[in-house]
């Protein structure tokens, strides 16, 4: 059975409460150290150098264990799903993070759930809820909210970086549903490290035609980067993606989703206890409103496949 497929066996509880805890901590924490590594990391080589550390660990620690190998088709798909988790859905809010509050920017990645039943919808046939309907509706007006006029943490949020930030929100979850249903590799460490490979050649690539090479100097990343950076890399990617990927793989994508309602209001929480993110009254209420939207989501019932 691939590593794609649904396990049948339930899992240790104990596994479970762990990867969900890992998702939920690690994850909310990351913001955070993401500002911390763009303070003299350039967003692209950020995320470039995060995951060929990320992949290159997990590629050994599986190989170590026998589970290295793969078929091209397996590295096919292990790309896309590289493509639009770790380099567009990461990659836009590690770009975003440059302009938007690390508060701001979880809120927005909060959507992802509400991007999830869409896509769900459309492709595989699905019929969802009254409950998740009006759950994605509340969140759509949420999101306006956080993103119109004086809606920021310090004032306008920057339309362009929001906008971006929800294309990338789309890209995971298209890239969540398309991971549970491709064929990649037996080993969920060998699946993993050869999504955050692929995910390093998109992001130097990119950090090339962008020009961010040009006048950096390793010598001139500071500390705290440099523990931004490693932060990222074992606990945000090692730890906590191979996490996700796992639970994609034996709980719903609802029960997996729910990571999107805890994730902001640790973010926002280290934003104003490190950063001085102060939070706004508009902001308020759309971090309620979307958070209200997600729960409605997660705690639906099910949706049934269309005839």
């Excluded at 969802?128 to 993103?147: D, E, K």
Aim: hydrophobic share 55%; aromatic share 8%; net charge positive.
């Amino acid at each position: 059975m691939g590593y794609t497929k649904r396990m049948t066996a339930t899992p240790p509880r104990l596994k479970l409460f762990s990867a969900f805890a890992a998702v939920y901590l690690i994850w909310g924490s990351s913001y955070l150290a993401i500002v911390w590594g763009l303070e003299t990391v350039p967003p692209l080589l950020l995320g470039a150098a995060r995951f060929v550390t990320a992949g290159a660990v997990l590629l050994a620690i599986s190989a170590a264990r026998g589970g290295g190998k793969f078929t091209s088709r397996q590295l096919l798909n292990a790309s896309v799903v590289g493509l639009l988790l770790p380099f567009l859905g990461n990659g836009s809010l590690i770009w975003a993070q440059q302009r938007i509050p690390s508060g701001i920017a979880a809120l927005i990645v909060a959507t992802v759930p509400l991007w999830m039943v869409v896509i769900q919808t459309a492709v595989e046939h699905v019929r969802p809820s009254r409950q998740i309907w009006i759950g994605v509706g509340m969140g759509l007006g949420g999101l306006a909210i956080l993103v119109s006029t004086g809606g920021g943490v310090a004032g306008a949020v920057h339309l362009p970086s929001a906008l971006i930030l929800c294309g990338g929100s789309i890209a995971w979850a298209a890239g969540s549903i398309y991971s549970r249903s491709a064929e990649l590799p037996a080993s969920g460490l060998t699946s993993a490290a050869l999504t955050m490979l692929a995910a390093s050649v998109f992001f130097s690539v990119s950090a090339l035609v962008a020009g961010e090479h040009r006048g950096f100097d390793v010598a001139e990343v500071s500390l705290r980067s440099l523990a931004g950076l490693a932060y990222l890399s074992i606990l945000g990617s090692v730890v906590a993606y191979s996490a996700y990927i796992w639970l994609l793989q034996v709980a719903s994508p609802a029960r997996v989703g729910t990571y999107a309602y805890v994730n902001p209001l640790i973010a926002v929480v280290l934003g104003w206890a490190f950063l001085n993110e102060p939070i706004s009254a508009r902001t308020a209420i759309a971090a309620g409103v979307i958070l209200l939207a997600v729960i409605l989501i997660t705690m639906a019932p099910q949706p049934s496949r269309r005839r």
